[in-house]
């Protein structure tokens, strides 16, 4: 069993030393071990974001044809690995850059002791930003289906969607150019591999 002052997870405490090998967490308030469990509670929410996108889609099935509707179970397996990959790549790979970046960035004679309230809202707002930006794939492949768009206009739109890559990586990320520029990159990618997937599609189609 865990002692009091841990919480009551495996996977809780695996998560906090996990950011604890990177930055030292402080508490400042009494009451802020309560506000983290609620972190944690709004962490876990996350994976309720696959069924909300399972919803979505099975909404706007009827509006599809017969053939259209060939590409759903496919699309919901997609968006749900797809989320949880943008989830991993942030855990794994983009965490432990940016905090060595900061630890690295911190001067000498000073000491990083971050709040442990405000570096989980990081962490959990970085995992819904990775999270939705890799579904750029299969919002591309649903235009291209529904024949919302043609393949000419979104290869047209490309330095546009390039430049709101950027642009969404700031506002969902720290303000700094590592962390917009490690979201946008992705999502750029991930939007060109949804033009070639929809091509591909199209064309068994016709």
């Known amino acids: 069993s865990y002692p009091r002052n841990q919480l009551p997870t495996f996977f809780n405490q695996f998560y906090l030393n996990f950011l604890y090998f990177f930055l030292q967490m402080h508490l400042t308030k009494l009451q ?3 506000d983290i469990l609620l972190l944690y509670s709004t962490h876990w929410a996350i994976n309720s974001i696959p069924f909300l996108i399972y919803q979505l ?3 706007a099935s009827p509006g ?3 053939e259209e509707k060939i590409y759903f179970f496919p699309l919901v397996l997609g968006s749900i690995l797809l989320f949880y990959l943008g989830v991993t790549f942030a855990y794994f790979v983009i965490l432990p850059i940016v905090f060595s970046f900061f630890s690295a960035s911190t001067p000498e004679n000073v000491m990083m002791m971050t709040y ?3 570096l989980l809202s ?3 707002k970085m995992f819904f930003a990775f999270g939705l930006a890799f579904e750029m794939p299969i919002i591309i492949i649903l235009l291209l289906v529904s024949n919302a768009v043609t393949v000419s206009k979104l290869i047209s ?5 390039f430049l709101g890559c950027f642009v969404v990586g700031m506002l969902l990320t720290p303000p700094d150019v590592i962390s917009q520029s490690l979201l946008a990159i992705p999502a750029w990618l991930l939007y060109e591999l949804g033009i070639i997937v929809g091509r591909m599609l199209i064309r068994n189609k016709q």
């Open 64 to 66: 599809l044809y017969f």
């Open 157 to 161: 739109a490309r330095p546009y969607v």
């Open 116 to 118: 442990i309230n405000l």
């Open 57 to 59: 889609i099975k909404f």
């Open 122 to 124: 990081f962490v959990i």
């Open 32 to 34: 802020e071990s309560v």
